[in-house]
T-cell receptor, first 114, second 114 residues
Framework: AQTVTQSQPEMSVQEAETVTLSCTYDTSESDYYLFWYKQPPSRQMILVIRQEAYKQQNATENRFSVNFQKAAKSFSLKISDSQLGDAAMYFCALCTSGTYKYIFGTGTRLKVLA | DTEVTQTPKHLVMGMTNKKSLKCEQHMGHRAMYWYKQKAKKPPELMFVYSYEKLSINESVPSRFSPECPNSSLLNLHLHALQPEDSALYLC?????????????FGSGTRLTVV
């Protein structure tokens, strides 16, 4: 069975500071994708960053970067220079190559303090 | 156009009513999805359409009836719902019939069954 675990239900960060959200996963597949999605109060799930398991290089998107540790099955999200607009629920998700289904973690609510 | 548009944004319906949710995208995506999300929980997959054909039904009760009239439009017909069906219903689309490319989500329809 595939699982995704987010052990931090809630995190807080001061504006302009850096925060790291944790995600661990388990799968027996060798070819898969990992995602971080952001869901602000507006409700829309927004793709923040995507990582292909066969790529060793960590994905980055502007202020967002991941630390992908394949052997440890860890996929953490680092947000640099946090902004008030980063406040949201963040979901980590796993998808096996060739399938349609995402396995979501339970989410981490991020609060950004002014 | 890089959006998935869902209407209505809010819907209140009685248990004997029939209503429909609508989802539209003009990104040329050939896979479309319906997800259900309860408060403070991750989204749960309901249906997958690929090339306008129903590919996956995640054992959803028959009171939910999906329809894909064309490659841009996805409907979810609701009939005889129960109060426990109250949730946020999210539509998503993707470029290919796998999750690896990442989804584009709509803002959802907040459904309340009374």
């Amino acid at each position: 069975a595939q699982t995704v675990t987010q052990s931090q239900p809630e995190m807080s960060v001061q504006e302009a500071e850096t925060v790291t959200l944790s995600c661990t996963y388990d799968t027996s597949e060798s070819d898969y994708y990992l995602f971080w999605y952001k869901q602000p109060p507006s409700r829309q799930m927004i793709l923040v960053i995507r990582q292909e398991a066969y790529k060793q290089q960590n994905a980055t998107e502007n202020r967002f970067s991941v630390n992908f540790q394949k052997a440890a099955k860890s996929f953490s999200l680092k947000i640099s220079d946090s902004q008030l607009g980063d406040a949201a629920m963040y979901f980590c998700a796993l998808c096996t190559s060739g399938t349609y289904k995402y396995i979501f973690g339970t989410g981490t609510r991020l609060k950004v303090l002014a | 156009d890089t959006e998935v548009t869902q209407t209505p944004k809010h819907l209140v319906m009685g248990m004997t009513n029939k209503k429909s949710l609508k989802c539209e995208q003009h990104m040329g995506h050939r896979a479309m999805y319906w997800y259900k999300q309860k408060a403070k929980k991750p989204p749960e997959l309901m249906f997958v359409y690929s090339y306008e054909k129903l590919s996956i039904n995640e054992s959803v009760p028959s009171r939910f009836s999906p329809e894909c009239p064309n490659s841009s439009l996805l409907n979810l017909h609701l009939h005889a719902l129960q109060p426990e069906d109250s949730a946020l219903y999210l539509c998503a689309s993707s470029q290919v019939y796998t999750g690896g490319a990442g989804y584009t989500f709509g803002s959802g329809t907040r459904l309340t069954v009374v």
